[in-house]
């Protein structure tokens, strides 16, 4: 893996806190100070994963073979955790899926993992997600992707990299604008609404160490997602997003962070 690893990485850490093995030292340690502020910050990442997999399932029963994973971070590899792509495939063996990351750690992971799979239908694209719909004449994307038919569109713990509400609103309807009807968008954000000082604590500390972001309101997140249909239990905790039986459920203290589906009518 030919990129930096000296400093603390946010992917890597999410690795960590998943119970993963591509953490470095300078990764722990980082990651056992947000612990220290924030000791629920696992049981978070983990709802995390669990809404990614139980939405997934869902839209492909719902009929939606093509998935365009936005900000998809490191591909986990721990026995508990699959993939968006290993799940989609799972559901429907003729699912296709586009990873998109601007992240070089990222990029040496992802292709490692996918090269491992031996399926050719998950691809992943390095690119800048502030491009938009640009992305989709991108030719590695194009490929995948059949506008004509619907797409699942998932920016999961993304948007809080994007401080400014208009150019996170504008970067939903840039990626959702140019899909047909019967697609959808997901979405996951991590807020201050349960736990105001924790989570103020903790974006401070992401934000010395490792990287820049921030939470919002279930008002802004709701403000973000323009002309379409939110499903169904709408703006919630994401643990309580449709809970499957292996789901208990999570005080929303410890989740922080808000999930939602959304339909293109
Ligand atoms: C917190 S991780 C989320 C990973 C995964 N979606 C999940 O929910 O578990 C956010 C990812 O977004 C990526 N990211 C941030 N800004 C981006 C941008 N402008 N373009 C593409 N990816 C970006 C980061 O590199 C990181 O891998």
Known sequence: VDVDTTGPHAGRMLDFYLGGTLHTPADRAAARKMLAVNPHLITSARANRRFIDRTVRYLVGQGVTQFLDLGSGIPVRTPEYANLHETA????PACRVVYVDNDPVVRAHADELLRGTGQGRAVYVEADVAEGAALYRHPDIAAVLDLDRPVAVSMNALLHFFA???RARTLVEAFTAPLASGSHLTLTHITRDWA???MD??????????????A???????????GLDILAPGVVNLADWRPGPGDDPLPAEQVNLYGLVARVP
């Open 89 to 92: 495939l799972a559901a429907d």
């Open 164 to 166: 400014s509400d208009d």
């Open 196 to 198: 105001p000082e924790v």
């Open 201 to 214: 604590a903790l974006v401070r500390l992401y934000r010395k160490d490792v990287t820049d972001g921030g």
């Open 216 to 226: 919002r309101s279930r008002e802004q997140i709701q403000g973000l997602v323009t």
